[in-house]
Nanobody
Framework: QVQLVESGGGLVQAGGSLRLSCAASGSIFSINAMGWYRQTPGKQRELVARITSGDRINYADSVKGRFTISRDNAKNTVYLQMNSLKPEDTAVYYC?????????????WGQGTQVTVSS
């Protein structure tokens, strides 16, 4: 079993910054990709950013230029630096880990951390 523990969410004013962290532990045999998704009430969970073991990175168009994803392979940890935050970034952010061949297939989810951006 794999556990993903997130930290770093909170309340921030528009234009501010937050940094999310997610540490993976447990029976980790391989990691293809780690990333962040977000969800608001009544909407589907959407990809925010993902980084693969080969350092290929994908961002949602809405966060390009504002968010940066990075990882520390030695610590099995992924980070999301969020700058120039907007009220529409308000959501529950979930850490995700893909261990199979397809980076877009999530095998494990974190518990979620709330990010609230006030206007």
């Amino acid at each position: 079993q794999v556990q993903l523990v997130e930290s770093g969410g909170g309340l921030v004013q528009a234009g501010g910054s937050l940094r999310l962290s997610c540490a993976a532990s447990g029976s980790i045999f391989s990691i293809n990709a780690m990333g962040w998704y977000r969800q608001t009430p009544g909407k589907q969970r959407e990809l925010v950013a993902r980084i693969t073991s080969g350092d290929r990175i994908n961002y949602a168009d809405s966060v390009k230029g504002r968010f940066t994803i990075s990882r520390d392979n030695a610590k099995n940890t992924v980070y999301l630096q969020m700058n120039s935050l907007k009220p529409e970034d308000t959501a529950v952010y979930y850490c995700a880990l893909s261990s199979g061949l397809l980076a877009g297939v999530v095998d494990y989810w974190g518990q979620g951390t709330q990010v609230t951006v006030s206007s």
